[in-house]
């Protein structure tokens, strides 16, 4: 790598005048670009700046900065953990005392309507879903685009280092919370788990931001982290805060960021996901505790995600391992074919019916919950009843229960007093409570076949057409849904074959939701902990592993996981963790635009620094300075963000082209960081900056601010290796140069060993030298 060492770098020479009249480079719109390039280009989406950029004037503010500096950026760094964790406790809760207190309002007033007449009470349900699912559409479409869907493929590209406009907001923070409670409360085929995950990284990147520029609230403290680089570590934490609140599972949490959302993992960063996560579960805890007196209306722990199964089967024999084995093969089936048509159904609604504005988007959503509600009401009430269960056999079965009941042996319309609607009790509920009374144990027979696959196609029907409507949405809640009835579908199969009286249906419905969740989102680890997590029962945990792996492995034969397809469908320029096998046949320079290099002198016009920005968009330009002997050689990398900071702070402009005293006498009239640390990629626009014609006239020596070693490869790199080191390094610019024509030294593993570096004497010396 050539730096700052490189001789002749800090010479002035008769050559300089020449290099400041570099020609104007390649206007951007003329050069060879295919399509899909253009298009990736014109989406606005930027790539994130995670590289510190280490300059001269970086290394000389780092060495100004004593002990105190970094220990208060630890402990500020962990104090944003702890408030991350409280604030996404306090939304998860806040969501569902929502969701749950509007649904309690709607079934009471249904119910208490149909006393009168059941046609009005359906209107009555109706009505109450469309208002609720209104307001929600309403926020997304005027107020916060960004918040529709689930937000977790846009979080898992920010995390991958792509930057989706308006995914971290503050209004979208706002609108997936408000939203979601209209969407999930208005009874939609979806979950408010994926939204909760999205709402704890805007958390995460609104607090990092460091205020507001707009309302002056912007103290130097709080804008410590408004850079890319530390914004990733919060919105890290922010995502586990969302799985931790969602299911109350913060080791799920921990292993759902490491799993499915992260590029990028540190054994630092792992502490600080895992104390928040724990901090969300205190929060959690301690708020549900405001509410066990009642005062929450009709908020119960029941709202929160947690269903306790572990009164079912603790055992197997071994012939069920076969029935269980085929949970995860229906599992792998169904999870791709739920992905497939996700990506139809969602392509058709980009390409055709959300091009016609936000009207159509709110007919749509409202034609859904019309479906839904009609489906969800309707299909119950044609459905008969069966009697209860033989009392003396299952005693603790309470049946019936009054149809305003939430539990399970609900009588509605049932002509008789001792009969109950199995159907009822998972149409027609919130989900939440429908997915408690599908994983109820001991409680044999309880639903029909014909119920369970009734509800097992409607449900997955509504699902695929839910997804993608301008509402948020989260995709765990219906998923366990779907699985659980199929899983009790092969459990009463199983029981009917089996003559032992511990098979537990209620147990195959939990394997069920697992297998589903495999099928469709491919994780195992995370998935089999937070299933664990949920359902408080540990004995499970070989059988879930079991499911997941088998369904996992079906569905990956047909197909991506549902977010990976969700971010293809983006068109989100996600770098995979693997590169192609074809990417082995050839070499960075392969890779390369066809454009020539636009690049900068070390010392430069202003005129010609503005007229470059002007011309080109990109984020990078290599500074090149003279040898002695004439030789042109690369100093460094300076990025777009940083020249568009110098500029605006018209920092050390200087009237000659001679190149100023460097280094240690940089002399400093403006804050630093903004031209050293790794900004944040939403700086200001070039057509933003007023530059007078003087000042056009003038120079500025580029080189205190340079990158002087960023990333280079030779030209010959087979590609694959260059992808890794952009994939595992995360980096934005990788500069493809000829091969080296001399070695200095080579490096081993033992070189870099403290112990060994500090053998040498020399070192104490060098260390001196350079401050
Ligand atoms: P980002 O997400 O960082 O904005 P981008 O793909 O939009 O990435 P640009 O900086 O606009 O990147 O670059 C567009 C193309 O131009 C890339 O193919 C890259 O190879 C090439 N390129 C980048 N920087 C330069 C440069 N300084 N001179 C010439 N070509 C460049
Ligand atoms: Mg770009």
């Known amino acids: 790598m050539q730096g700052k060492n490189m001789p002749g770098v800090n010479g002035s020479g008769p050559m300089w005048s020449q290099l400041l009249n570099m020609e104007p480079p390649d206007s951007p719109v003329d050069s060879p670009e295919g399509e899909l390039m253009m298009g990736y280009r ?65 079934f009471a007033a249904t119910f208490a309507v149909m006393k009168h007449s059941y046609f009005l009470g359906l209107i009555t349900y109706v009505a109450f879903n469309g208002a609720l699912v209104f307001s929600s559409v309403y926020i997304i479409t005027q107020f916060a685009p960004a918040a529709a869907g689930s937000g977790i493929p846009e979080i898992k590209a920010y995390l991958n280092g792509i930057d989706t406009p308006g995914i971290l907001l503050f209004r979208t923070l706002i609108g997936k919370i408000l939203g979601s409670i209209g969407s999930v409360g208005g009874g939609l085929a979806l979950g408010k788990e994926g939204p909760l995950v999205h709402t704890g990284a805007c958390i995460a990147s609104v607090l990092g931001q460091g205020g507001s520029t707009k309302y002056n609230v912007n103290p130097k403290w709080l804008r410590r982290f408004k850079n890319d680089r530390d914004r990733r570590d919060l919105v890290t934490c922010g995502c586990a805060a969302g799985v931790a609140a969602a299911f109350r599972s913060p080791v799920g949490g921990v292993l759902f960021a490491l799993e499915e959302v992260t590029s990028w993992w540190r054994s630092q960063l792992l502490w600080r996901v895992f104390f928040t996560s724990a901090v969300v579960a205190v929060v959690v805890r301690t708020a549900m505790g ?66 016609k504005g936000n009207r159509v988007k709110i007919i749509e959503v409202l034609l859904v919950s019309l479906i839904t509600s009609l489906l969800s009401f309707g299909l119950p009430m044609m459905t008969s009843c069966k009697p209860c269960p033989d009392p003396a056999k299952y005693p603790d079965v309470v049946c019936p229960r009054p149809s305003h009941s939430y539990g399970n042996y609900v009588n509605f319309f049932c002509s008789n007093e001792n009969e109950y609607n199995d159907l009822a009790t998972i149409f027609f509920n919130t989900q939440d409570d429908a997915i408690r009374n599908l994983f109820s144990t001991n409680t044999p027979h309880e639903y029909t076949t014909r119920s369970l696959l009734t509800f097992l196609v409607m449900f997955f029907s509504l699902a695929v057409l839910t997804y993608g409507t301008a509402v948020p949405s989260g995709q765990f809640v219906p998923g366990i849904m779907i699985g659980a009835t199929y899983g009790r579908l092969v459990g009463i199969l199983v029981v009917n074959a089996s003559s032992k009286d511990s098979v537990d249906e209620g147990t195959y419905a939990l394997l069920g939701a697992a297998s589903f969740l495999g099928g469709s989102m491919r994780m195992t680890v995370s998935l089999c902990v937070i299933m664990v997590e949920i359902t408080n029962n540990l004995q499970l945990l070989p059988l879930i592993m079991l499911v997941l792996l088998i369904s996992k492995a079906v569905g990956d034969a047909f197909n991506n996981g549902f977010y990976e397809e969700q971010v293809k469908l983006r068109s989100l320029p996600l770098l995979d963790s693997r590169p192609q096998r074809f990417m082995r046949t050839l070499a960075a320079k392969d890779a390369i635009s066809t454009r020539k290099v636009v690049q900068f002198s070390r010392v430069s016009k202003i005129g010609h620094i503005v007229s470059v920005l002007r011309s080109t968009n990109h984020n990078g330009y290599p500074v090149v300075d003279k040898l002695p002997t004439g030789e042109p050689v690369v100093i460094g990398l300076i990025l777009r963000s940083h020249l568009l900071a110098l500029l605006q702070a018209k920092a050390d402009f200087q009237h000659t082209s001679i190149p100023g005293d460097i280094p240690g006498q940089i ?18 626009s070039i057509y933003e900056i007023n530059i007078s014609p003087q000042e056009m006239e003038m120079f500025i020596d580029l080189q205190p601010f340079v990158n002087p070693t960023p990333y280079i490869v030779p030209e010959d790199m087979s590609l694959t290796k260059v992808y890794n080191l952009f994939r595992q390094l995360g980096l934005r610019h990788i500069c493809v140069v000829p091969r080296p024509s001399q070695v200095v030294g080579v490096i081993t593993r033992k070189d870099l060993l403290p112990e060994v570096l500090e053998e040498r004497d020399s070192l104490e010396e060098i260390m001196s030298s350079r401050g």
Request: hydrophobic share 45%; net charge neutral; aromatic share 16%.
């Open 667 to 684: 002399k400093f009239r403006y804050d630093v960081r903004d031209f050293t640390k790794p900004v944040s990629s939403k700086g200001v």
């Open 290 to 355: 405001w509410c066990k007196t009642g005062s929450c209306g009709h908020f119960s722990s029941g709202g929160f995600i947690i269903w306790d199964i572990s009164g079912g089967q603790d055992d197997y024999s071994f012939f069920e391992l076969l029935p269980m084995a085929m949970l995860g093969a229906i599992g792998g089936l169904l999870g791709a074919l739920f992905n497939q048509l996700t990506i139809w159904i969602s392509t058709w609604r980009r390409n055709v019916v959300h091009r």
């Open 42 to 106: 014109n989406s606005g989406m930027e790539s994130l700046d995670y590289e510190v950029v280490e300059s001269l004037a970086y290394r000389e503010d780092q060495a100004q900065r004593g002990i105190w500096h970094h220990a208060s950026y630890i402990t500020l760094k962990w104090v944003f953990a702890l408030l991350i964790g409280i604030l996404t406790g306090l939304a998860a809760f806040f969501i569902n005392i929502a969701v749950e207190n509007f649904s309690g309002w709607k």
